[in-house]
């Protein structure tokens, strides 16, 4: 086709007729430039059909990502809850001398509420790869982006509040580390000796003696303050904040 423009441009000239040469000119450079436009157009189509199509599988791993932590923090806020509800029996029997329980029922109670460690540990390793790579700006809705990155943001105000209540915890353990009480009675009374096995005491001493404590009791009180506050204005949140994230990044997969 080239070659058919020259032939005419070379005969547009010999014929010396300059206004229709030129209005070939014109016409040529406007094929090209269409052809261009052609060109780019066709190009930003595949460009942006790689962007969505990257887009789809980040939104896919995100959801795996946020159903798994989800799960997770939804379970753990069961056993906050537990250990916190158990710490309040025990504080109840405290204030209540015409009820006492015995060694066993302390023992279990006490194991409930301090044998499991409270700390938030989501899926975040896609979403901390796409913010390390700068992939997060791949993520077309500018409503979802904001939430991924106050995600992160509000993770580390989730762990400044677990230290708090590790802390807290830590003090209540921590009298138990001396002659007056015993961490071997509770795992004897619980079962975790045997499960350990760990010989079972045969004069176990006895930790019924921290009912008297007023040590205790404030260790427990600040424990329990702290425990039901991590809760409500920490995992509580968090959830609505999780399943806001969800929700968006569900509209936004094609399926």
Do not use: C
Request: net charge negative; no cysteine; proline share 2%.
């Amino acid at each position: 086709m080239l070659k058919f423009f020259r032939r005419i441009r070379k005969g547009f000239i010999e014929e010396k007729k300059f206004s229709n040469y030129l209005l070939y000119a014109i016409g040529e450079i406007v094929l090209v430039v269409i052809g261009i436009l052609i060109a780019l157009a066709i190009n930003n189509a595949n460009e942006t059909q790689v962007k969505r199509e990257k887009e789809q599988v980040y939104l896919k791993g995100l959801q795996a990502e946020f159903e798994t932590s989800r799960l997770k923090l939804k379970e753990l806020i069961a056993y906050n809850k537990q250990s916190y509800e158990d710490s309040k029996k025990i504080v109840a029997y405290m204030v209540n001398n015409n009820t006492q329980p015995d060694e066993m029922e302390l023992s279990n109670l006490l194991y409930n509420a301090f044998a499991f460690d409270i700390s938030f540990h989501p899926n975040s390793s896609l979403l901390n790869e796409m913010v390390n790579s700068g992939s997060l700006k791949d993520i077309s809705n500018p409503q979802l982006r904001i939430l991924l990155t106050n995600w992160l943001s509000n993770l580390e105000d989730i762990k400044e509040q677990e230290n708090m209540l590790n802390h807290e915890r830590n003090n209540v353990i921590n009298m138990f580390r001396s002659n007056k009480n015993s961490i071997k009675t509770i795992y004897d009374q619980t079962g975790v000796s045997s499960e350990l096995n760990l010989p079972v005491g045969t004069e176990p001493i006895s930790n019924l003696s921290l009912l008297q404590s007023t040590e205790f009791e404030n260790n427990m009180l600040m424990f329990i303050l702290t425990s039901i506050t991590t809760e409500t204005l920490h995992y509580a949140p968090l959830m609505q904040n999780m399943d806001t994230i969800l929700q968006v990044i569900t509209s936004e997969i094609k399926e």
